[in-house]
């Protein structure tokens, strides 16, 4: 082995240029960019925690507000039927009503029919039987008699009727 | 067929600049430094800002986080990281790329061709110089440097004789093959955790060595202050002997076998190569760590 002080110093000379390069030229600017993007990194991690907590911020309020919405709707659904079923009452108790009525009506009109038909049935008939007694009696009967007479006997049909 | 095994446990010397001998573990160191370098260099005008990097960026990326996270785990202090991370990538950036340079094909076996008889003149020019200081120190002195300047001179010409001409050098060998390189790299690790040591418990720090609050703690101090020569010596040798140890087994295992059997050595070397890198950055981070912590609090 040859140790030679020239040959230390050489090297020693020769690694302090290496190491001085390699700070400046290497470890500095790559650990500058490690230290930027370390910085990008916290950052980006911030944001997305903000974002995070704004997103649960957000799905609480939506949470919040679909349970105000779900509220909202079965009152309105709930109040909906109970005006409808209050609906629907009051138009079968008009229908029945109006039903009803027309039904009275009908029959009053029925009624009235009716008289009339008689009067009318009556009227023919007193003049058949005018017709008929003059035909059997030969003669003819004042008005106000066989008109009597008629009567008497109509009433009385109308009665066994 | 290989004509024999070259095998040196020294580094050789390529040429001469300047006054200065440059060994092919130099030359390499110098090569691994400017590949280093070039990287940076590259990965700098390639750097962006971006979420997703890729090519080179995303590697250089991928090695200093690593790291980074590396140093960070032991230190658990983010300016203790910032402060100790740039040396301890740098010494595992280089003691790797010098690993696994000392791997490439070619390492060790392209030859460069020295005139090592010049070399020898050159040094037989300078023991004669040391000599002629001796001589006119004292007389005493000169007897014994005649007789070590003999002595080289003999070794000299055996080694002349038996090179007759250019010897065959090769122009690679790993850094960390040569023990110059590996205790520069061992001195480098101690003095920074002195100078680290110093920085954050200023004098207090020299109380681990100097401590007179009672005999048992003055011992442990000379303990302390011998552990701390002993690191260099545990550093340089363990990585250079671990390196050493692999080029050889590699030379051997591919001149008995040259063919698939080196492949499972070269793995081998592999991990020793990434091995080693990493128990030298660990230990001088843990080195480093100790230092800054209050010799009361560990």
């Known amino acids: ?37 370390a910085v990008r990194i916290e950052e980006g991690q911030k944001a997305a925690e903000l974002a995070i907590k704004i997103k649960d911020e957000l799905d609480r309020e939506k949470k919040k507000a679909e349970n ?19 609906r629907a009452q009051e138009i079968i108790s008009t229908a029945r009503k109006e039903t009803k009525e027309e039904q009275s009506k009908l029959l009053d009109s029925w009624k009235e029919e009716k008289i009339q038909l008689i009067k009318e049935a009556k009227s023919e008939m007193t003049d058949a039987i005018i017709a008929i007694s003059a035909k059997v009696i030969g003669k003819t009967l004042d008005i106000k008699t066989q008109q009597k007479l008629i009567d008497e006997e109509i009433n009385l049909i109308i009665k066994n009727i | 067929m290989a004509t024999g095994l070259h095998i040196s446990i020294s580094a050789e010397r390529l ?10 573990s130099m030359f390499t160191s110098v090569l691994v430094s400017m590949l280093l370098i070039s990287f940076a260099v590259i990965t700098k005008s390639k750097l962006k800002n971006v979420s997703k990097p890729t090519g080179i960026q995303n590697f250089a990326e991928m090695i200093i986080e690593a790291l980074h996270g590396l140093v960070h785990g032991v230190t658990s202090d983010f300016k203790k990281t910032r402060l100790f991370f740039p040396f301890i990538s740098t010494f595992f950036l280089v ?63 055996d080694s002349a004789n038996e090179h007759s001409g250019p010897v065959a050098v090769p122009i690679f060998r790993p850094g960390t093959a040569d023990i110059n390189t590996t205790i520069s790299l061992a001195l480098i690790s101690i003095i920074v955790t002195q100078i680290f040591g110093f920085k954050y418990l200023k004098f207090g720090y020299f109380k681990k060595f100097i401590n007179f609050s009672s005999p048992i ?23 250079f002997g671990n390196i050493l140890a692999g080029e050889i087994l590699l ?6 076998c040259p063919i698939i059997l080196p492949m499972p050595f070269y793995g081998l070397e592999l991990f020793v190569g990434f091995i080693q890198a990493l128990v030298f950055s660990l230990l001088t981070l843990v080195f480093f760590n100790m230092a800054t912590i209050n010799h009361e609090e560990h």
């Open chain 1, 1 to 37: 082995m040859d140790i030679q002080l020239t040959q230390i110093l050489f090297q020693i000379i020769n690694f302090s240029v290496v190491l001085g390069v390699l700070t400046f030229l290497l470890y500095k600017p790559v650990i500058k960019i490690f230290d930027e993007r």
């Open chain 1, 68 to 86: 105000e919405h779900k509220t909202e709707r079965a009152k309105i659904l709930n109040d909906a039927q109970e005006e409808a079923k209050k």
């Open chain 2, 15 to 24: 040429f001469t600049l300047g006054g200065l001998d440059i060994t092919n």
């Open chain 2, 95 to 157: 003691i790797i790329s010098n690993n696994w340079l000392g791997l490439i094909p070619g390492v060790g076996t392209i030859r460069l061709l020295v005139n090592e008889e010049a070399a020898q003149m050159e040094e037989a020019v300078k023991h004669s110089s040391v000599l002629v200081n001796s001589v006119q120190a004292s007389e005493t002195t000169i007897i014994e440097d005649a007789t070590i300047l003999t002595t080289d001179e003999v070794a000299h010409e």
């Open chain 2, 217 to 239: 703690m003055f011992f442990v101090g000379i303990l302390e202050l011998i552990s701390e020569f002993a690191k260099i010596i545990s550093f340089a040798f363990r990585l």
């Open chain 2, 251 to 256: 030379v051997v295992i591919a001149f008995l």
